[in-house]
């Protein structure tokens, strides 16, 4: 038998009573497909009084069209996420690159955009990180990232976020004191130890995706086990092109960061995408992506691999 | 906590009182006695729990018992029928995917939810539904071939 905290599990049938038991319920979290969040409770990381079931919300899993925008349901599984036919290519993409079919059945759009950070310090059991004195991101006092560090420097891994950033979408937030939308990025801060900057009580309802003419999007990443793994470093892009020169163009990078950040590239637009632009959009990466020791994999690699994905895929999207 | 959970296990609708806590594995494998579902890496990363929920595939290691409220759930042990094994069985047995046999239930429940939504799959639409579970004998050909055996 597995041990899981003593909690007790609501499974409540619209969102407003979601809110409602949020607001009742010191120290209780929301929890979807579980993918992530089971599998870290399973490791002693958190202690939940109870978990607020969202998959028996029923309005939270439909994709529809709001005028010209598509709103799609943060209880909509990847897989459906990647097989629906009105979602954009590059979110389909992203959808289909997290983790194996199994999971993707289960895992849905809000629980991937709020999934936990990650580092080879953290992810761990609970003897395994009780015999390394804990870290900063949880019981412990020390980052074993960045020795001198206030800060954690947990890795944000998603694949999802830097695809609905680089197509400019937006996420609906209800909580106790009504509803907000923010642009996707800002659900985002850089520390490991609490990157989202969603209220106490909140949930992520919505993501509202603008329609996008004359442009093209693609997501790419890297990962040890293509299978199924997290990215070890992650790029979206989405480029606009005004004949022989960029017109609009947005990237964002995930796998890097205790957040996925947008790269900004204005410099790049009114010229065309060739070996010069490549040259400053390698330097831009360089300067976003502070990749520390948190996988498995080496830090040279991942920083060298996110500009060769990110000029790979310009050249794709320019093509 | 506990919770009276009703769902249908391999076609028998049952009610039982749960844990809230309690994973669906061990649901399956200690409440139910049906042990056919293995537990494996407890991380999501070998599939060797994977039971079908709906048609679709789904650990068992990181789902809660209590959220199979309503749903269809059916493991290894559903797929024989009187005494028969399925074809998807028969195949697994007569091309030799099953060596060690420990991440034998959770391939053919994965490879079983491929067929339902696609009864004539590519080979690379097999390699693509099988890609959440590691096996550590086959080296993977004689599975892929099982499950081509049984798509014919």
């Known amino acids: 038998m597995n041990l899981l905290p003593d909690v007790r599990v609501h499974r409540p049938a619209t969102l407003e009573e979601a809110v409602r038991l949020k607001a009742a319920s010191e120290g209780a979290r929301f929890l979807a497909g579980g993918t992530d969040l089971l599998v870290n409770l399973r490791r002693g990381l958190g202690e939940p009084t109870a978990l607020i079931d969202l998959t ?18 943060a209880g909509v599984t990847l897989a459906d996420l990647a097989r629906h036919p009105d979602v954009p290519p590059a979110l389909a993409e992203a959808a289909l690159a997290v983790a194996g079919p199994t999971h993707r059945a289960a ?71 009504g509803a907000r939308r923010v642009k996707v990025a800002e659900l985002y801060r850089e520390t490991g130890a609490s990157h989202l900057t969603l ?38 892009g989405a480029l606009k092109r005004n004949g022989d020169v960029i017109g609009g163009f947005r990237m964002a990078i995930t796998g890097t960061n205790s957040a996925p950040l947008a790269v900004d590239a204005a410099e790049l637009i009114g010229r065309p995408w060739d070996a010069d632009a490549a040259a400053v959009l390698a330097q831009l990466l360089r300067k976003k992506a502070s990749v ?11 920083r060298r691999v996110i500009q060769g994905m990110a000029r790979k895929l310009v050249d794709e999207l320019w093509a | 906590m506990k919770s009276i959970l009703t769902l249908t296990v391999n076609g028998r ?51 809660l018992a209590v959220q199979m409220q ?31 046999g420990f991440c034998t239930p959770g391939m053919i429940m994965a490879a079983e ?7 004539h799959p590519s080979r690379e639409e097999i390699k693509a539904a099988l890609a959440g579970n590691l096996c550590r004998c086959t080296g993977y050909v004689k599975i892929i071939e099982s499950v081509e055996a049984a798509s014919g």
């Not at chain 1, 992520?204 to 470093?233: E, N």
């Not at chain 2, 749903?71 to 069985?89: C, D, F, H, P, Y």
């Open chain 1, 107 to 177: 895992a849905t759009l809000g629980g991937n955009l709020c999934q936990d950070t990650r580092c080879v310090f953290y992810n761990q059991s609970q003897w395994w990180r009780e015999s390394n004195s804990f870290c900063l991101k949880k019981e412990g006092d020390k980052c074993q990232v960045v020795a001198k560090s206030d800060r954690c420097y947990a890795t944000y891994h998603g694949d999802i976020a830097p695809a609905l950033m680089v197509l400019d979408a937006e996420a609906l937030l209800v909580g106790p004191d």
């Open chain 1, 292 to 302: 520390l020791r948190t996988t498995i994999v080496g830090p040279a690699y991942r």
């Open chain 2, 13 to 63: 609708r049952r009610e039982d009182l749960v844990p809230d806590n309690l994973l669906l594995l061990d649901y399956l494998r200690e409440q139910l006695g049906l042990t056919g579902t293995k537990q494996g890496c407890d991380g999501g990363e070998c599939g060797a729990c994977t039971v079908l929920v709906d048609d679709q595939p789904r650990l068992a290691c990181s789902t």
């Open chain 2, 70 to 100: 309503g749903r269809r759930v059916e493991t290894i042990e559903g797929l024989a029928k009187g005494g028969r094994m399925s074809r998807l069985q028969q195949a697994f047995h007569e091309k030799l995917g099953t060596q060690c």
């Open chain 2, 113 to 119: 939810a491929l067929l339902r939504r696609n009864p």
């Open chain 1, 199 to 236: 209220a106490e009580g909140e949930v992520l309802a919505v993501v509202v995706l603008p329609p996008l003419p004359g442009w093209r999007a693609a997501y790419r990443k890297v990962r040890i086990r293509d299978a199924i793994d997290f990215p070890l470093a992650g790029v979206a």
């Open chain 1, 56 to 73: 028996a919300v029923a309005d939270l899993g439909a994709i529809r069209r709001e005028g010209e925008a598509l709103w799609v349901g």
